[in-house]
């Protein structure tokens, strides 16, 4: 007794050619950008750090961080030219905010990859 019963792998379709997949370079741009601006944790925590503040946080980030000014400096140069982050040095004082817009746009980007609604890629379940 005890037979088991072996479950078939499910077959996946082929792969359609590179012409016939969903494309929008522009956005494809914006999301890879955008991406790459949150490839480090230190600038998904600052992000972090400025999304939960809903507001302006004025002084160094450095010292927030466990983490040397300039450090903290060439990850929010980044985060800044991607548009994630808005900020402003003026003398010894200094601004920074999340970038709503900027924000909106990633998740908008981010929720087109794939329906949300869909359960999934069967073919790929094991």
């Known amino acids: ?23 929008d370079p522009e956005a494809d741009r914006d999301l890879a950008r955008l991406a790459r601006a949150l490839s480090h ?25 466990p983490l040397a000014k300039s450090t903290v400096s060439q990850h929010l ?6 548009g994630l982050v808005r900020g402003e040095v003026e ?18 980007l981010l929720a087109g990859l794939a329906d949300p609604s869909d359960d999934g890629f069967p073919c790929c379940e094991e």
């Open 41 to 65: 944790p230190v600038r998904v925590g600052i992000v972090r750090l400025l999304a939960s503040q809903q507001r302006c946080l004025y002084g160094d980030l450095a010292d927030r961080l």
């Open 1 to 23: 007794m005890g037979g088991s019963l072996r479950r078939e792998p499910q077959r996946c379709s082929p792969c359609p050619p590179p012409d016939a997949w969903p494309s």
């Open 77 to 82: 140069a980044i985060l800044k030219e991607s």
């Open 91 to 108: 003398g010894p004082r200094a601004c920074y905010c999340i970038d709503a817009a900027g924000l909106r746009r990633l998740q908008a």
